[in-house]
């Protein structure tokens, strides 16, 4: 039973490498709204996205990732407040451009977010959602960027990164 499990693994996977192009990938991403604004800072922050990409046709493709945000803290009205900001996305993507090692594609799709604030001292708040986000990006060889609307947190993002 086991020699079955493993050859009908293994025909499986290489049927899914055949029909498609897996790529693993690493970035930096900042965010408009990631951060914590009062009068005196801006709520732009910055974090750390992994993703993988599958190319289901020379057209379709889907990129699954995960984002985390480096935690925010500032002090409001003599208390500090801390916030740590987690994202998943799976986006479909449409190549609007496939020409050799320039790829330009739309995108969109859905985002999950696990946002943490807690004031030191006080309870923690965790609000966990589901948004969506639309944008674009550009791959040239490894290199990729995108630019996408965020509807969950209200922002804009931007990635760049490196497939390998």
């Given amino acids: 039973m086991k020699k079955i499990l493993l050859a009908l693994a293994v025909v499986l996977l290489t049927a899914g490498y055949s029909y498609s192009q897996v790529n693993f990938g690493l970035g930096a991403v900042a965010g408009t709204q990631s951060g914590i604004k009062t009068i005196d800072t801006e709520n732009l922050n910055f974090g750390l996205h992994a993703r993988l990409a599958v190319d289901l046709t020379n057209e379709l493709g889907i990129i699954g990732g ?20 987690f994202q998943f996305n799976a986006d479909l993507t449409y190549n609007v451009l496939n020409e050799g090692p320039l790829r330009l594609y739309g995108l969109g799709g859905l985002v999950f977010s696990s946002d943490k604030r807690v004031e030191v001292g006080q309870n923690s708040n965790t609000d966990t959602e589901i948004g969506w986000e639309a944008g674009g990006g550009v791959k040239i060889s490894r290199f990729f960027a995108e630019v996408k609307w965020d509807n969950r947190e209200q922002q804009v993002v931007g990635v760049v990164g490196i497939y390998f």
């Fill in 66 to 85: 995960a984002t985390y945000y480096l935690p925010a803290d500032n002090d409001i009205l003599g208390g500090s407040v801390e916030r740590d900001l």
